[in-house]
């Protein structure tokens, strides 16, 4: 898993979130409705990945939290591209602030 160091929360384990919810975090803009995906293959987790509404309607992906447990996980996962970490209490910050 990927760390992030941030000014203000300092290290954390980083999540992976498609390049445009990652720049919505950056930059302190609003942030889309944040989907996110957990992908395993067999018993084996690999992780959970965060999709902006546009990059989840590519992948097919139709609601908040999708498990991917077929066969194909794995390889829909390695089509996932573009990602960049944020730290996650950022991201916390972000997705609450766009509910308040
Ligand atoms: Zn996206
Ligand atoms: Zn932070």
Known sequence: ?????????????????????????????????AFCV????HAYPLGV??????CA??????TNRTVWRDEDAMDRLT???????VCPRCFDEAQQSETL
């Open 57 to 62: 309607q590519i992948m097919g992906v139709a």
């Open 79 to 85: 089509d996932l591209r573009d990602l960049g970490t």
């Open 1 to 33: 898993m990927p760390y992030v160091l941030c000014q203000r929360h300092g290290t954390h384990a980083a999540p992976l979130l498609c390049s445009h919810l990652c720049n919505a975090v950056t930059n302190r803009e609003p942030l889309p409705e």
């Open 38 to 41: 957990e992908a395993w293959y």
């Open 49 to 54: 990945r965060y999709l902006c509404p546009g």
